[in-house]
């Protein structure tokens, strides 16, 4: 069987784009994702803030996923989660590894919403070591959100993204005490909204041309070094826990096979395209990239 539309993800542009393409006349529709369950990381997000563009009304990332997750379950889509997709060949062929085994399947259209991850720790040139008790913050997003794990007592942010500045706020109010969150620019980076319910409401300091310049401890971090950038000043300040909110990157690597340019027949959509911040424009991408791909899959897929 040759599937019409093979979508990557299954996140809000993953099952926009699945849905969109089979209302759009493909027949043979298949959403694979390497997570069990719909919705990629909008079920770990239990903040509001989600849905009032398409929904018009306030919602969880958990239950934005869900209402979407209701309807791609009531669509004649197939799913294959718990699926990593391995490869995609310029001969329109992927290989995929699930709960059965490897598998080789072949479509005509290919929809990427495989969305974006996290810049790391690594990524910095950071002396110190590298204990325990260091965290990205959708892995703090994660842990605390889905499994209900304590990360720590008295926290550092360094970025001042959403999902760190949303962590933030979280950390307060579960009895933590956040230090500082650190950033490099001279203003915070996450949303005007983020920024005013997690920072101002919270009393939370952030400390604008900043950076941490070491990290301390053996074992388990004990303290960061911060630096002015101005003046280049530093302190210690202790802590147990560092979470890191230092950017995404979108998540390309299953097209590097196809070379530079993409063929005609690779779409995409949401965070693996472009970093998006809100989710409901992921969404309509998704849309969009759903509904192109099921008219190129029947105009072209056949011959190619």
Known sequence: MTWDVLVVGAGAAGMAAALSAREAGANAVLLADRSTRLGGVLPQCLHTGFGMGIFRREMTGADYAARWADMVRAAPIALCLDTTVLSVSPDRRALLSGRSGVEEISF??????????EIPIGALALPGTRPAGIFTAGQAQRMVNLQGLSLGRRIVILGSGDVGLIMARQFTLAGCTVEAVVEQRDRCGGLPRNYHQCIQACGIPLLTRSTVSCIHGEGRICGVTIRQLDSGTERFQPCDTLVTALGMVP????????????PPWV?????????????????RQGAEAGREAAGWALRFGEAG
């Open 108 to 117: 005509k259209a290919l929809v990427l919403a495989a969305g974006c991850r």
């Open 251 to 262: 998540e390309r690597e299953l097209l590097r096979p196809l070379g530079e340019q993409l």
């Open 267 to 283: 779409f995409l959509c949401g965070n693996c395209r472009s970093i998006h911040r809100t989710v409901d424009t992921v969404s």
